[in-house]
């Protein structure tokens, strides 16, 4: 139990597109879910935390107007990278909140060119 | 930044030997984890502590807390080569749901 999915696994866009990333508890219901950003041989870290029904809590730095959060269902959190430059490549991962547990996703690799 | 700090940041031993990483944190904690990353994949969580545990086993794991010097340590004895990847600690405060991981320690096993 307890599973998070993350879709696309891997996505390449050009700069000045748009992307979403998609976050999905699959067997059970999260009111909370979070998105953290992984830059290579770097650690994770907090950019926002997302509650069903309600904006999203951006960490400090977290541009919220390029990284737009939609938390619309107990079971589906989506990020959208705005207007994509190569600077925002990097490894993005979201976990879903159950009893105080945080269970992740696989991560979502995006490479902008 | 919540990001505490972890050495150390590279280890490279042989199979067989002990890995020992150290973790260090800057809040009150409820508990620390240790997680496991493998190059470019999602996050496998090892173990958790609780900020009234002192240490905790599980296999070839052991992890000790100490909350008076906020850090904590994980040891892997007999390191298998498949035991290289990256380890990340993270901790959730006591004011805090999301979990603030520390900047890791990045294992190589060589057989």
């Known amino acids: 139990g307890a599973v998070v999915s993350q879709h696309p696994s891997r996505v390449i866009c050009k700069s000045g597109t748009s992307v979403k990333i998609e976050c999905r508890s699959l067997?059970?219901?999260?009111?909370?879910m979070f998105w953290y950003r992984q830059f290579p041989k770097k650690s994770l870290m907090l950019m926002a935390t997302?509650?069903?029904?309600?904006?999203?809590?951006?960490e400090q730095g977290v541009e919220k107007d390029k990284f737009l959060i939609n938390h619309a269902s107990l079971t589906l959190s989506t990020l959208t990278v705005t207007s994509a430059h190569p600077e925002d490549s990097s490894f993005y991962i979201c976990?879903?909140?159950?009893?105080?547990?945080?269970?992740f996703g696989p991560g979502t690799r995006l490479t902008v060119t | 930044s919540q990001q505490g700090e972890e050495d150390p940041q590279a280890l490279s031993i042989q199979e067989g030997e002990n890995a020992t990483m150290n973790c260090s944190y800057k809040?009150?904690?409820?508990?620390l984890q240790w997680y496991r990353q493998n190059s470019g994949r999602g996050l496998v969580h090892l173990i958790l502590?609780?900020?009234?545990?002192r240490e905790k086993h599980s296999g070839r794991l052991r992890v000790t807390l100490d909350t008076s010097k906020k850090s904590s340590s994980l040891l892997i004895t007999a390191s298998r080569a498949a035991d290289t990847a990256s380890y990340f600690c993270?901790?959730?405060?006591?004011?805090?749901?999301?979990?603030?991981f520390g900047k890791g320690t990045s294992l190589l096993v060589t057989p």
């Open positions: 502590i609780r900020s009234n545990e």
């Open positions: 809040t009150s904690i409820n508990n």
């Open positions: 993270a901790w959730r405060s006591n004011s805090g749901y999301a979990l603030n």
């Open positions: 976990s879903a909140g159950l009893s105080y547990e945080q269970y």
């Open positions: 997302s509650n069903e029904g309600s904006k999203a809590t951006y």
């Open positions: 067997d059970f219901q999260a009111t909370t």
